[in-house]
């Protein structure tokens, strides 16, 4: 009897084919959050039951633009970089779970394929984008990581774009920022193949890096726009108030996760 192989579609008999392979997976990453203040009635209709707003800013949002190396355990894929290299950006909100704070990606946006399927498995709500932002470098006009160094960033989906930033260095810091500070909180949604018969995967879960290290956090001044588009909702968490912004280096393991319940989602 044949058999096929692989961690996801496609299986095939050697499993080479799948468009990602099994976790650990790996990354090195550049990272600039923008983090702001929005109403907290945009998030609270962002968070499901059971969840709820978090208890101390409920309304505060990180918009993330990260620049990717990534890679399995073996780490192959660094030296075929099209397997390896991507960027997205993504927004996080904060909410409660059974009394303890979580962090919850609501939006992301992403430039691979590979990077979608890890999502879907993940529970991150992934979609095709168009992302870009300037990468630092200690030669030439590129910035480097100090004082007065100013990076730009942007987001496009679907030929509009959502969102862009410029971002000044100003001192360094200790933290990268709070809203994104929390183990990760994502439902895992697959509709049934009947129609009218609901969820076939219907998953809470918790999940966060298995291992972490990274560079010195900056801290920074921000310039961030939103733009509203037909096809996205982005805008709806409009900037009220800013917080704080913030770029580092890091490396990142994840590798799993933790189902807290399954079958009580009542999304549709």
């Known amino acids: 009897m044949a058999s096929v192989r692989g961690f996801f579609h496609p299986k095939t008999a050697t499993g080479a084919s799948s468009l990602i392979p099994a976790p650990p997976w790996r990354y090195s990453g550049d990272l600039l959050t923008v983090e702001y203040r929005t109403d907290p009635d945009r998030v609270r209709e962002l968070l499901p039951q059971p969840l709820e707003l978090a208890e101390e800013d409920p309304g505060a949002v990180a918009l993330i633009w990260a620049d990717w190396q990534s890679c399995s355990a073996s780490g192959s894929e660094l030296l075929d970089p099209v397997l390896s290299q991507y960027k997205e950006a993504f927004a996080v909100v904060r909410c409660s779970y059974r009394g303890r ?155 799993g996760g933790t189902l807290l319940e399954s079958g009580t989602s009542q999304a549709e």
């Open 101 to 255: 704070a979580h962090s919850r990606c609501v939006y992301i946006w992403v430039d691979k394929d590979f990077a979608i399927a890890r999502g879907l498995h993940q529970g991150y709500p992934k979609k095709l984008g168009s992302i870009h932002m300037t990468r630092p470098h200690p030669y030439g006009p590129a910035p480097r990581i100090e004082a007065g160094a100013r990076f730009g960033a942007t987001l496009a989906a679907a030929d509009r774009r959502l969102a862009q930033a410029v971002v000044t260095l100003k001192e360094p810091t200790q933290s990268n920022g709070f809203v994104n500070a929390n183990p990760m909180l994502h439902h895992r949604w697959l509709p049934s193949i009947e129609n009218g018969k609901g969820l076939a995967v219907d998953e809470l879960i918790e999940s966060g890096a298995s291992s972490f290290e990274g560079g010195q956090p900056w801290t920074a001044e921000a310039d961030l726009e939103l733009f509203t588009s037909p096809t996205e909702e982005l805008a709806r968490l409009e900037l009220r108030e800013p917080i704080a912004a913030y770029y580092r280096q890091v490396g990142v393991v994840w590798n």
